[in-house]
């Protein structure tokens, strides 16, 4: 991917018009991957620009290089560095660093003792891995229909969903909104469920004033590299009790008890370590954390500048009292009589990359055929996954790049 491991310390460029930072390498040297000097190409040719990019410098390398240089590549001080630090960032008693975000929801499901007969009401708005994590276990998903604002769970359709095998409600906080902790917690209180906060997209968003993370419930994180940081591949489970800590460590380390003997299983677990090269690039990314988020949110308030005078291109919600997002991609909802499809297409052959942010579960192959969900079933959801764009978001986009992105998009839906 671009950049990755390459580029330096220096803080990508803002402000509108500004030039591209030359001390930043860019994909395919300084004449760009097409051979051009840069400027000078024909503008089909020009750089390709991607739609999300880690920011990577010589600290991951210096804290890399120390757990290599250590030997200790898995279960060693890094790793119990970046889980106290993460605990921390996101004001949780304790987190758990496990492989992916995958790994982390299908452990808090365990955690959560939800099984066969069991239902699990979720959003169908969502990376499918929120709704899988819930199959894994046996149990059944319950879709309810998402709020056409945020795009998250609707407190009334889940109340509306709820039966008397429910026991759980797996809630996301898409593109790194926050969802209606407060109601869904309400509802899971009064009806005896277990809350499980998918917080995959949002690190560093907060509810209420209050960081996602440290509100009781299992809150999982993930950190592939198109994420606000990452660790290559991980993610991570804060839970406030420490015995929920300790059975994720076990859980994810194949069931071994904590008596220091390595062949005594004293669970049914998995592998879902995080190894301490992952967890080294992530101690890096935490140190910086406040600072990739405030890039993100100056290049999202640029393209919310360029976007603004645009006819049938919605920009995402804003933030209000209740909700302040971390931006992890850059979702527009274009008008209902454009081809979204086609507007992609239109991108694509001036070198900009989009993604089709985010198709609906129930109308994904795998459930269509298991579950015989098809369209017309969340229409919400639906009518959200038909519209949304996403477009190149990371925190080095420069000003530049996204002058031409929203000028390809200003001719796509001409
Ligand atoms: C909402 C959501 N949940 C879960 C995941 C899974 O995370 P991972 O790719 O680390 O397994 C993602 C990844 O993009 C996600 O966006």
């Known amino acids: 991917m671009e950049g990755v491991g390459g580029n330096r310390e220096v803080p990508p460029r803002s402000g509108l018009g500004e030039k591209a930072d030359p001390s930043v390498p860019e994909e395919g040297g300084p004449w760009g991957k ?7 190409e024909p503008e089909a040719k020009r750089r390709e620009i991607a739609l999300s990019a880690p920011w990577l410098g010589e600290r991951e390398e210096e804290l890399v290089l120390a757990v290599l240089r250590s030997g200790r590549l898995s279960l060693g001080p890094a790793l ?4 106290l630090a993460l605990a921390a960032r996101v004001a949780s008693p304790h ?3 496990v492989s992916s975000g995958t790994a982390g929801l299908h452990l808090a499901v365990r955690l959560a003792g939800l099984g066969p007969g069991d239902e699990v009401i979720t959003t169908p708005f969502s990376f499918v891995a929120s709704a899988n994590c819930i199959l894994y276990e046996g149990a059944t998903p319950v879709f309810a229909d998402v709020d056409p604002q945020t795009l998250n769970l609707d407190p009334n359709a889940v109340e509306a969903a709820l039966t008397e095998r429910t026991k759980g409600i797996v809630a996301v906080d898409i593109f790194g909104y926050p969802a209606e902790l407060e109601e869904l917690a309400r509802i899971a209180e009064e009806h005896g469920l277990a809350l499980i906060e998918d917080a995959c997209q949002a690190l560093g968003a907060e509810y209420r004033g209050r960081p996602l993370g440290s509100f009781g419930h299992p809150t999982i994180f993930a950190f592939y590299p198109n994420k606000q940081m990452t660790t290559g591949e ?8 420490e015995e929920d800590w300790e059975l994720l460590k076990s859980l994810s380390n194949q069931g071994r008890t ?4 390595w062949l005594t299983h004293g669970h ?3 592998n879902y370590r995080l190894d301490d090269i992952s967890a080294a690039v992530g101690l890096a990314q935490l140190e910086k954390l406040d600072a990739i988020l405030e ?3 100056e290049v999202a308030a640029r393209y919310g500048e360029l976007i603004e005078s645009l006819d049938g291109v919605e920009a995402p919600l804003p933030d209000d009292e209740d909700h302040r997002r971390s931006w992890f991609v850059y979702v527009v909802r274009l008008a209902d009589e454009l081809d979204r499809n086609a507007v992609m297409v239109r991108l694509g052959e001036q070198g900009i990359a989009s993604k089709p942010y985010l198709p609906s579960i129930h109308l994904q192959p795998y459930w269509r055929e298991r579950f015989g969900t098809g369209e017309g079933m969340y229409p919400v959801s639906e009518s959200a996954s038909r519209h949304s764009l996403a477009l190149p978001f990371h925190t080095r986009l420069t000003a530049g790049e996204q002058e031409r992105v929203v000028d390809a998009l200003a001719r796509a839906v001409a």
Do not use: I
């Open 258 to 261: 904590d008596s220091g003997e």
């Open 295 to 297: 890039l993100r949110g």
């Open 95 to 97: 987190a758990a660093a």
């Open 34 to 40: 097409h051979g051009f000097p840069d400027g000078s």
């Open 80 to 83: 119990d560095r970046f889980e």
């Open 234 to 241: 991980g993610g991570a489970v804060a839970v406030a009790a």
């Open 268 to 270: 049914l677990g998995f």
